[in-house]
Every structure is written in structure tokens, then in C-alpha cells.
């Protein structure tokens, strides 16, 4: 696969599996051991690749002998190349030991589109599988941000059981944000929001009330997600990010926000109406922009993030907000709708990348990729003779987003939700960006 940049190709090793491919002689046609790609793409050597499947083929590799005062930084800096690449070329992990002598395969030189910013929003289930999710995605990651605490009519916040994202990700220089919504059992609560944007005494309260938790559980800084406000309130809304920042600036956090997207400044309507861009883009270090749910779960089929449709918004928004303030969201799953759809029906279950791939080949359909909203689907028909139609995410649909944040200069990404494995969106983000980190090395 060629992409343009500055000048100069830049060879990116994703594979499109074909009839009759297996892992073995995929590897020899592109000069790899068959581990590298297995490893990669954590894959079951036992189980057959899907016919459309993309899987991400490491770069061709050298041998290196470790000499005395070399490091895994020292060695990285001498081939251009990034330490997590040679840690996952070589099965190692961030603590691993190198000594004189030691023979490494160092890939082939990285491919960078720059440095960029990354958050990754989480829902607290176990610490087992807590710890698992923040270790596996730690280098990848700025921030973490366990969702969510939502406030109460008096500026309260509600509890959260965020200890171990918090330990885990600071341990492996992930900075915490702590998220704030306003939501209730009423999902996102219009009535909440508007009582509380008419009420200073909740909104001090608030203020009062997220700076006392941040310095506790050690929070870097919050992203604020009000949604489904009255657009009557969008002024309110702004007024009250102010407050929040001149509080929260001299205590040195950043304070993000979450947005609905939007192609234009929408000034109706609760989803859209009372997110002003170009106020958020003055007044907070950085937006998200949730630029997915295209397709949802209630809705007809159809990609999460066609790339058509986020590049509207990306087209808009870099208008009226710096581009290097804007986050843009990326999801890390899909959904699979049973067909026909019917509004108010049955609602679409959602599917990692991994599941999607194992269902396609459960059920013997191939994956099929739509070039307009650069994403993968298919069709397949179950046990009960339903038919079905599954769209989701794979290397080839986020390396089509992450060429947009090139494009347009973007912060970084913001990705919903850190849940299921999705091996391949690490491998092509590690290959494309730096990762900045905001938490010193010790």
C-alpha cells in the first residue's frame, strides 16, 4: 500500500487476505517470519484467515548485536525506529533486560507522520480486566480517562470505582482524566443540565468539588461531556467552561471537552445545539469530537465512522477551532444489525474487531470493504436462517483516520472505547505517530 507524504512514498504493510492464503506463505512473500505476523496481529496459528481480512505485516527486520552502554532508546534512535517496535519484534516488555552480546531484529525504519496526542476512554469492569486493557494499551496513550462521574442537581459528584485505571495507567506514563457528564438514568439528562447551567451555587459547588477529587485520586486534568443540553444554554455552557478553566489553569490541569459533530454551527436541537465550537475552541485546552455512531445500534445499518462523513466535520471544525486543539474520536468497535431493519426494533449488537473477524469465519462469508466510507462489512445468515449484515473496523478503516489527523494537523485521536482486542489499530498507529507522553520517564 503506497500513501504520499512530504514527498516521499511510505510503505505501509497492510494485507488483504485472498482465497486459499494462509499465514505462512504470506510471510514469505513479504520477507517476514510467520511469529512476526502471528504476533502482530495476535492471531490463532490453528485458525484459518478470513477472505478479506486485513492483518498488518511487520517490516522487513536486520540483526543487531548489543554492544556495552547500549539501551533499547540508544539502539532505537541509531535505525530511526521506535522502542515499542523492537519490544514487539522481539516478544519483550517495557522492563525487559538487554545485555552485551544480545542479538535483536530491529525492524525496518518507522514511517512518521509526527508526534500526536491520544486518549483513551474506559468503563471500569474488574481490576483483572482493568489491568489487562491499560498495560496492553499503555504505550499507545497520552491519557485514559475512566467513564464516568456524573454530577448531581447540587454539584455533586457521583462515585466511580476508577482505582486501578488510575494506579495502572500512571505506572505506565498514561496520564488520568477524569471524566464529568451529566448523565442520570434518563441516559443524558436535559433537565439536569438545565438546571444545573442555572445555578451558580451547583456549578461552584462542582468546581470546588472536581478540583478536591482530581488532587486526591491524582487526575491530570477532566473532560467535561454535557450532552443533549438546551440550545437556550449555550451561552450558560460557555460561561460556566470559563469558570472551570480559571479555576483549574493556575492548579496546572487541562481541561478538554466533548462535542457532537456537526458540518456547520448547528444552533438547534439538544444533541448539536448548545456545542459552540468556536467559543470551546477559545476557551479549553482541547475539544473531542465524537465522529462516529453513524451507525448505531437503534439506527439502519451503516459504517460507525465512514470517513466521508468525518472528514465533513473535520473540514468544518478546523474552521473555527485550532486543529491542534481538536481530538478526533475513533471507535474500536462495530455492530451487527439483523436484517430487515425495522425503526424502534431490534437493536444491534455491538462487535469488536476480533469478534467480527471470528464471526465472518464462523458462519464461512468473506469481508467485503466499502471505498466510500472506507470501512469493512459483510453479510451472513445465522442458525435461525436470519440474515445479517455486520460493519466494522480494521487496519486499512483507521489507517484512512489517522491520514486525516495528518492531513489536517490534527491534536490526536480519542478512542471509544478501550474494551475489546483490536491488535492491528495499535500496530498501524504505532507505525504512522510518536506518542506524546505527559508523564515523565522515571
Given at each position: 500500500m503506497v500513501v504520499y507524504k512530504k514527498g516521499a512514498y511510505i510503505y505501509l504493510n497492510i494485507y488483504v487476505v485472498r482465497p486459499g492464503d494462509s499465514i505462512w506463505p504470506i510471510a514469505r512473500r513479504f520477507g517476514v517470519y510467520p511469529d512476526s505476523i502471528i504476533k502482530a496481529n495476535s492471531l490463532n496459528p490453528r485458525e484459518s484467515l478470513v477472505v478479506g481480512q486485513s492483518i498488518v505485516i511487520p517490516s522487513r527486520e536486520r540483526a543487531y548485536r548489543v554492544k556495552a552502554g547500549d539501551s533499547l532508546w540508544s539502539i532505537a534512535q541509531k535505525f530511526g525506529v521506535s522502542v515499542n517496535s523492537i519490544l514487539n519484534l522481539n516478544n519483550m516488555s517495557s522492563s525487559s533486560a538487554i545485555y552485551p552480546g544480545m542479538i535483536l531484529r530491529i525492524p525496518e525504519k518507522s514511517k512518521n507522520y509526527g508526534t500526536i496526542e491520544t486518549n483513551g476512554f474506559?468503563?471500569?469492569?474488574?481490576?483483572e480486566n482493568e489491568t489487562r486493557i491499560v498495560i496492553n494499551a499503555a504505550p499507545y496513550l497520552t491519557y485514559i480517562t475512566p467513564f464516568s462521574h456524573h454530577i448531581t442537581a447540587e454539584g455533586g459528584l457521583t462515585p466511580l470505582r476508577d482505582e486501578t485505571i488510575i494506579t495502572v495507567g500512571k505506572n505506565n506514563r498514561v496520564a488520568p482524566l477524569l471524566s464529568v457528564t451529566n448523565l442520570s438514568e434518563k441516559n443524558f439528562d436535559t433537565e439536569l443540565i438545565r438546571n444545573f447551567l442555572n445555578n451558580?451555587?451547583?456549578?461552584?459547588?462542582?468546581?470546588?468539588?472536581?478540583?478536591?477529587m482530581m488532587r486526591k485520586k491524582g487526575y491530570y486534568g477532566t473532560i467535561i461531556d454535557f450532552e443533549r443540553i438546551p440550545p437556550e444554554d449555550r451561552t450558560k455552557y460557555n460561561r460556566f467552561l470559563e469558570k472551570l478553566v480559571a479555576r483549574l489553569h493556575p492548579l496546572g490541569y487541562v481541561v478538554g471537552t466533548a462535542l457532537a459533530p456537526k458540518t456547520y454551527d448547528v444552533k438547534a436541537g439538544a444533541?448539536?445545539?448548545a456545542h459552540d465550537y468556536s467559543a470551546h475552541g477559545r476557551i479549553v485546552d482541547f475539544v473531542i469530537i465524537m465522529t462516529y455512531e453513524w451507525g448505531w445500534s437503534g439506527g439502519p445499518p451503516m459504517a460507525v465512522a465512514p470517513i466521508n462523513e468525518v472528514r465533513k466535520v473535520i473540514n468544518y471544525a478546523v474552521t473555527v477551532i485550532p486543529p491542534k486543539k481538536i481530538m478526533m474520536g475513533m471507535p474500536l468497535y462495530g455492530?451487527?444489525?439483523?436484517l430487515p431493519y425495522t425503526p424502534r426494533g431490534e437493536f444491534a449488537e455491538s462487535v469488536g474487531n476480533r469478534e467480527a473477524v471470528d464471526r465472518a469465519r464462523r458462519y464461512g462469508v468473506a469481508i467485503r470493504y466499502d471505498e466510500k466510507a472506507q470501512s469493512p462489512y459483510y453479510n451472513y445468515i445465522d442458525e435461525e436462517r436470519r440474515q445479517h449484515i455486520v460493519w466494522f473496523e480494521d487496519a486499512r478503516s483507521v489507517e484512512a483516520k489517522y491520514k486525516l489527523v495528518s492531513e489536517y494537523g490534527l491534536r490526536g485521536v480519542s478512542y471509544w472505547v478501550l474494551a475489546k482486542p483490536f491488535p492491528e489499530n495499535w500496530q498501524v498507529l504505532d507505525n504512522m505517530f510518536n506518542i506524546e507522553k505527559v508523564i515523565p520517564a522515571q
Open positions: 474506559i468503563q471500569p469492569s474488574t481490576d451558580e451555587k451547583a456549578q461552584n459547588n462542582l468546581i470546588n468539588n472536581m478540583i478536591d444533541w448539536h445545539g455492530y451487527d444489525w439483523t
